[in-house]
Nanobody, 114 residues
Framework: VQLQASGGGLVQTGGSLRLSCVAS????????MAWYRQAPGKERELIAD???????NYADSVKGRFTISRDNAKNTVYLQMDSLKPEDTAVYLC?????????WGQGTQVTVSS
C-alpha cells in the first residue's frame, strides 16, 4: 500500500487549497480514507474521513470549511480547504487502515500566512 499526498503550499488567510492523495495497492472506494494534520509541537489530529459508502465526518475545527471527496476512477482522495486560517498551518497526511496496519502518505506542508 502506498499513499502519495500533494497539493500543499503557501496561501494567505482566506485562501483555498486542494490536497490530493493518490493510492496504490488498495481501492479508495472500498476503504475508510482519512486526512490528518500535525502542527509543530502538537499531536496529530484527525480532520476528515470518508467511508466506503460515502459518508463523511469532520473535526469541529474544519467543519464548514473543508470538504473530503474521492474519485474512484483516479483512486484518489481529495481535501478541498477553503477559508483557510493561520491555525490551519500544518503537515497534512492521508491515511488508510489495511490488514491491521495504518498506512500513511508522506505528508504535504500547508502554510497559511496572516
Amino acid at each position: 500500500v502506498q499513499l502519495q499526498a500533494s497539493g500543499g503550499g503557501l496561501v494567505q488567510t482566506g485562501g483555498s487549497l486542494r490536497l490530493s492523495c493518490v493510492a496504490s495497492g488498495i481501492s479508495v472506494s472500498s476503504k475508510l480514507m482519512a486526512w490528518y494534520r500535525q502542527a509543530p509541537g502538537k499531536e496529530r489530529e484527525l480532520i476528515a474521513d470518508i467511508a466506503s459508502w460515502g459518508s463523511t465526518n469532520y473535526a469541529d475545527s474544519v467543519k464548514g470549511r473543508f470538504t473530503i471527496s474521492r474519485d474512484n476512477a483516479k483512486n484518489t482522495v481529495y481535501l478541498q480547504m477553503d477559508s483557510l486560517k493561520p491555525e490551519d498551518t500544518a503537515v497534512y497526511l492521508c491515511e488508510v487502515f489495511q490488514s491491521g496496519k495504518n498506512y500513511w502518505g508522506q505528508g504535504t506542508q500547508v502554510t497559511v500566512s496572516s
